[in-house]
């Protein structure tokens, strides 16, 4: 055997070893694509009562309704907002409507928000905070260990 072929053999031999680890990184890359998701915790707030995925899951499979009256704890003017006006129309075409239970309550102290700040704060806002906890409380993750 000749230089050249001893030379030509080599090469040979490393293309086809990087050509191994390559299909190797492949296998591996498109694996971890195929991973399943792994969902370890959920939570959620919708009119109707629903304050947690089972409840959803119970209005859904139940054929629910979530519609409901006005809430009383809004501070609304009820009588003004159904009442029918000079024209024969209240302030409100309906009289029902899908409200979230409880979305006057919020703990700011826990999120070590001030009241007069919770009270100005977008009722959104407040709602992701708590939804967000309680992701983590339902994962079986402490909220408190992720401060910072």
């Not at 050249?4 to 591996?28: A, C, H, I, P």
């Not at 959620?44 to 629903?50: L, R, Y």
């Not at 009289?95 to 001030?114: M, N, P, Q, T, Y």
Request: charged fraction near 25%; proline fraction near 5%.
């Amino acid at each position: 055997m000749t230089d050249g072929d001893t030379k030509l053999r080599d090469y040979l031999n490393r293309m086809v070893t990087d050509l191994r680890e390559t299909r190797q990184r492949l296998q591996e890359v498109e694996g971890r694509q195929t991973e399943p998701i792994a969902i370890v915790g959920m939570a959620c707030h919708f009119p109707g009562g629903v304050d947690s995925p089972d409840d959803l899951w119970d209005l859904v499979a139940g054929g629910g309704d979530a519609v409901g009256a006005f809430p009383t704890d809004r501070g609304w003017d009820l009588d003004l907002l159904t009442s029918p006006g000079a024209d024969g129309n209240g302030l409100s075409a309906v009289a029902e409507g899908g409200f979230l239970r409880g979305a006057g309550e919020f703990d700011g102290d826990l999120f070590g928000i001030s009241p007069r700040e919770a009270v100005a704060m977008d009722p959104q806002q407040r709602l992701l905070l708590e939804t967000a906890w309680e992701v983590f409380e339902r994962a079986g993750i402490d909220p408190t260990s992720l401060k910072g």
